[in-house]
Nanobody
């Protein structure tokens, strides 16, 4: 049984930084593609970033240059470093895993999901 547990969310002022972590258990982490999504109140869950099993990355345009996705296979963990945060980044952030291992940008393509962590950016 695959489990994903996010952490690192919180309240930060605009311009600040946070680093989200997502620990994966129950399967060989290195074989997964990993993604980060977010959902703001009243909106759908949107793609932010993804990293393949071969460490290729891809980002949503609105976070390019501000957010960085990375993975540590020895720790079964994927990270999302978020810099220069804006109030519009406020959302619940979710990590997701896919057994296919390749770059994926659509939520329906992912096999497993975490419960989410809240990020609130004040102006």
């Amino acid at each position: 049984q695959v489990q994903l547990v996010e952490s690192g969310g919180g309240l930060v002022q605009a311009g600040g930084s946070l680093r989200l972590s997502c620990v994966v258990s129950g399967r060989t982490f290195s074989s997964f593609a990993m993604g980060w999504f977010r959902q703001a109140p009243g909106k759908g869950r949107e793609f932010i970033a993804t990293i393949s099993r071969s460490f290729s990355t891809y980002y949503q345009d609105s976070v390019k240059g501000r957010f960085t996705i990375s993975r540590d296979n020895a720790k079964n963990t994927v990270y999302l470093q978020m810099n220069n945060l804006k109030p519009e980044d406020t959302a619940v952030y979710y990590c997701a895993a896919d057994e296919g291992g390749t770059i994926l940008t659509t939520r329906h393509q992912y096999d497993y999901w975490g419960q989410g962590t809240q990020v609130t950016v004040s102006s």
